[in-house]
């Protein structure tokens, strides 16, 4: 899918690019972004919505895979930007990200983040509590500022990709129930607030969803909630975000829609709701992270030892693993991959692929169906452009790999790989531990 495809080498391409060159010059692991197909996703995003007739903004969830480059691609593919820390916010600001299309999120904003924000003007707070929007408004006061803000509520439908529960108060960690009239109360506060600027409200379902019936009834629901707040308070919302989750296809397993399909339900769900109140069209705001990045990234990683244990298991070591993509570990993701420079092989064994970490829940994937492999074999892992970058860890001090952006035959570094100075950088050793003190 997207620009990748097998070369008449037999080795595995993307943006143009022989993935044998790639490891060569940049080593492995590396993580390998085709660029196009990320634009692609972003203009499948914006087309959809364009066609809906609704005012609209994308925001791309950085959260999936926050660095300099992805920003500026983000920027000019006209997209907005979800921001969950000050990292996130600072590598936005750093990239030249225009602060008026970020929106900054999270359930415990410290003081440093919200001055940050207020002091590089960002375009929405999504406020997830009571502690968060006095906060605000007290730092904005401070600051002679007016924020515009969209209220986190939790609206009752928790998504778990094929089934969708609905609660009447949702046991979650984010944002204002709608069930227990916390929602309401955070509505009737924020209007009273001098510096908050309330814009409307805030969902997100889950994540990884293949179904558009999540997002229906969360739309129903807060619907219901901005018409018994207009009713009440003559309060009337201009903006609603419901946030991400569109799935995407790691394995044949997963059977997600095609993003037109997503937008176009959410649309018409906005469309028939508010109409049937007589409530004029809100802006539609979503926040897609993985869907925008997820299949546009492959990690590239070199074969090195391997154990066959008979009747039971072959175990095929790779250089990286769960400090590059720990989420097989973590949700037990599943993954596919072939050997990048013999992809034109037919798969004789099955094995089982394991990381370099020492610990035994160190696995990428079991049971995968691959010519016989040798070390020095390349082996490329699809479907990891979201949460496995941004996810990385420096477990067991293996420092984290390089990302290139691929795009018509050129292959542009986007993050170094970390050197072993860079592992230990921050470390200091006090005075009184040094051998000359002692
Ligand atoms: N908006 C909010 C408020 C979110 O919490 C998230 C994801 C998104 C948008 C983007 O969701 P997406 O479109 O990427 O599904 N580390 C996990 C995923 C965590 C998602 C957290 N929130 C993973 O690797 O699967």
């Given at each position: 899918?997207?620009?990748?495809?097998?070369?008449?080498?037999?080795?595995?391409?993307i943006g143009g690019v022989?993935?044998?060159?790639?490891?060569?010059?940049?080593?492995?692991?590396?993580?390998?972004?085709?660029?196009?197909?990320?634009?692609?996703?972003?203009?499948?995003?914006?087309?959809?919505?364009?066609?809906?007739?609704?005012?609209?903004?994308?925001?791309?969830?950085?959260?999936?895979?926050?660095?300099?480059?992805?920003?500026?691609?983000?920027?000019?593919?006209?997209?907005?930007?979800?921001?969950?820390?000050?990292?996130?916010?600072?590598?936005?600001?750093?990239?030249?990200?225009?602060?008026?299309?970020?929106?900054?999120?999270?359930?415990?904003?410290?003081?440093?983040?919200?001055?940050?924000?207020?002091?590089?003007?960002?375009?929405?707070?999504?406020?997830?509590?009571?502690?968060?929007?006095?906060?605000?408004?007290?730092?904005?006061?401070?600051?002679?500022?007016?924020?515009?803000?969209?209220?986190?509520?939790?609206?009752?439908?928790?998504?778990?990709?094929?089934?969708?529960?609905?609660?009447?108060?949702?046991?979650?960690?984010?944002?204002?129930?709608?069930?227990?009239?916390?929602?309401?109360?955070?509505?009737?506060?924020?209007?009273?607030?001098?510096?908050?600027?309330?814009?409307?409200?805030?969902?997100?379902?889950?994540?990884?969803?293949?179904?558009?019936?999540?997002?229906?009834?969360?739309?129903?629901?807060?619907?219901?909630?901005?018409?018994?707040?207009?009713?009440?308070?003559?309060?009337?919302?201009?903006?609603?975000?419901?946030?991400?989750?569109?799935?995407?296809?790691?394995?044949?397993?997963?059977?997600?829609?095609?993003?037109?399909?997503?937008?176009?339900?959410?649309?018409?769900?906005?469309?028939?709701?508010?109409?049937?109140?007589?409530?004029?069209?809100?802006?539609?705001?979503?926040?897609?992270?993985?869907?925008?990045?997820?299949?546009?990234?492959?990690?590239?990683?070199?074969?090195?030892?391997?154990?066959?244990?008979?009747?039971?298991?072959?175990?095929?070591?790779?250089?990286?693993?769960?400090?590059?993509?720990?989420?097989?570990?973590?949700?037990?993701?599943?993954?596919?991959?072939?050997?990048?420079?013999?992809?034109?092989?037919?798969?004789?064994?099955?094995?089982?692929?394991?990381?370099?970490?020492?610990?035994?829940?160190?696995?990428?994937?079991?049971?995968?169906?691959l010519p016989e492999a040798?070390?020095?074999?390349?082996?490329?892992?699809?479907?990891?452009?979201?949460?496995?970058?941004?996810?990385?860890?420096?477990?067991?001090?293996?420092?984290?790999?390089?990302?290139?952006?691929?795009?018509?035959?050129?292959?542009?570094?986007?993050?170094?790989?970390?050197?072993?100075?860079?592992?230990?950088?921050?470390?200091?050793?006090?005075a009184r531990l040094q051998?000359?003190?002692?």
């Amino acid at each position: 899918h997207g620009t990748s495809k097998i070369n008449n080498s037999g080795h595995l391409e993307i943006g143009g690019v022989d993935v044998v060159d790639l490891a060569e010059k940049f080593g492995t692991p590396l993580y390998i972004v085709d660029e196009a197909l990320v634009r692609q996703r972003a203009r499948e995003y914006v087309q959809a919505f364009n066609e809906t007739g609704l005012k609209f903004q994308v925001a791309y969830a950085s959260k999936a895979f926050s660095v300099k480059a992805m920003c500026v691609l983000a920027e000019q593919e006209n997209l907005s930007l979800d921001v969950v820390s000050d990292g996130e916010l600072y590598t936005a600001i750093q990239a030249g990200f225009p602060a008026e299309r970020i929106h900054f999120h999270g359930n415990n904003k410290t003081v440093e983040e919200i001055n940050m924000a207020l002091e590089v003007g960002i375009g929405c707070f999504v406020v997830d509590n009571f502690i968060e929007l006095h906060m605000l408004n007290d730092l904005a006061a401070k600051k002679d500022k007016v924020v515009n803000v969209l209220l986190r509520i939790t609206p009752g439908v928790e998504a778990h990709t094929h089934d969708y529960i609905s609660t009447g108060q949702q046991d979650s960690k984010f944002g204002f129930d709608l069930g227990n009239g916390s929602a309401r109360e955070a509505v009737i506060q924020a209007n009273e607030l001098p510096q908050i600027n309330l814009l409307g409200v805030h969902s997100h379902i889950g994540s990884q969803i293949f179904e558009v019936e999540g997002f229906r009834m969360a739309v129903e629901k807060v619907t219901q909630f901005a018409v018994a707040v207009r009713d009440e308070f003559g309060i009337l919302f201009t903006v609603i975000n419901v946030g991400g989750g569109f799935g995407i296809r790691y394995t044949e397993e997963d059977a997600p829609l095609p993003i037109s399909q997503y937008v176009h339900a959410i649309a018409d769900a906005i469309k028939t709701n508010f109409t049937a109140a007589d409530y004029a069209w809100p802006e539609i705001w979503v926040e897609p992270g993985r869907s925008m990045v997820g299949d546009a990234g492959t990690t590239l990683y070199t074969v090195g030892t391997s154990k066959n244990i008979p009747n039971v298991r072959k175990y095929l070591a790779v250089d990286g693993g769960m400090t590059d993509n720990p989420r097989p570990a973590l949700y037990q993701s599943k993954y596919e991959a072939i050997l990048a420079n013999r992809a034109n092989e037919e798969a004789t064994e099955v094995v089982s692929i394991a990381g370099k970490c020492c610990e035994s829940g160190d696995m990428l994937i079991w049971d995968l169906n691959l010519p016989e492999a040798n070390s020095g074999d390349l082996l490329a892992v699809f479907c990891t452009g979201a949460y496995n970058y941004a996810m990385a860890s420096n477990y067991n001090r293996i420092r984290r790999p390089a990302v290139v952006f691929v795009k018509d035959g050129q292959a542009d570094l986007v993050v170094e790989r970390e050197s072993l100075d860079d592992i230990v950088c921050n470390d200091v050793i006090p005075a009184r531990l040094q051998k000359s003190s002692l």
